[in-house]
């Protein structure tokens, strides 16, 4: 079962900032915090991962709560291409499978 | 870099049928994931092979089978289809053992079973 939980759906407007929650109370102190992305029509794809501090790379922002329990994808400012149903993952290391929730649609709006 | 490619796009079966899909890897990578994904919900894990075995299962019967090939080329097999199994099926390579790293998805196979 997946370990985390994320709202159904958000909406965004473009180029405005989208912040979407992730929720993981059980979170151990092995498992690292993984976001994927699913496009129409696609297979899903990597965004960003972390484990304690806050992470940025070309695609995001993730901002992890400080008793880890809960993170935060950051979009700095949406496009429509970004519109996908976006996945909070929990990862340990290994030979672990990718557990995925439902995850969150996001829509923006032109 | 050649990214993950899956075949065939869509397939239609009937209940009862066989169904192989295929999956090319990769370049590089030596672990392949499949995953089956109903409509509206997340991909679920089917099983994971890494260097031609079998690394981890999920919870699904032994009518669902794979194969890794020496070049990491993988199949998933499915036997005596059902109508629950009408689902997009994923792919994922990555590049080792430990997949901390990033799984690289394919764009599925559609299968629909009547």
């Known amino acids: 079962d997946a370990k985390t939980t994320q709202p159904n759906s958000m909406e965004s407007n473009e180029e405005e900032p989208v912040h979407l929650p992730c929720n993981h109370s059980t979170i151990s102190g092995t498992d690292y915090i993984h976001w994927y992305r699913q496009l129409p029509s696609q297979g899903p794809e990597y965004v960003i991962h972390g484990l304690t501090s806050n992470v940025n790379n070309r695609m995001a922002s993730l901002a992890i709560a400080e008793d880890r329990k809960s993170s935060t994808l950051i979009l700095h400012r949406a496009t429509l291409r970004d519109a996908a149903v976006y996945y909070c993952i929990l990862f340990f290391s290994g030979n672990t499978p990718l557990v995925f929730g439902k995850g969150t649609r996001l829509s923006v709006i032109a | 870099e050649t990214g993950v490619t899956q075949s065939p796009t869509h397939l239609i079966k009937t209940r009862g049928q066989q169904v192989t899909l295929r999956c090319s890897s990769q370049s590089g990578h030596n672990t392949v994931s499949w995953y089956q994904q109903a409509l509206g919900q997340g991909p679920q894990f089917i099983f994971q092979y890494y260097r031609e075995e079998e690394n981890g299962r999920g919870n699904f019967p032994p009518r669902f089978s794979g194969l890794q090939f020496p070049n990491y080329s993988s199949e998933l097999n499915v036997n005596a289809l059902e109508l629950d199994d009408s689902a997009l099926y994923l792919c994922?390579?990555?590049?080792?053992?430990?997949?901390?790293?990033?799984?690289?998805f394919g764009p599925g196979t559609r299968l629909t079973v009547l």
């Open positions: 994922a390579s990555s590049g080792g053992r430990e997949i901390l790293n990033e799984q690289f």
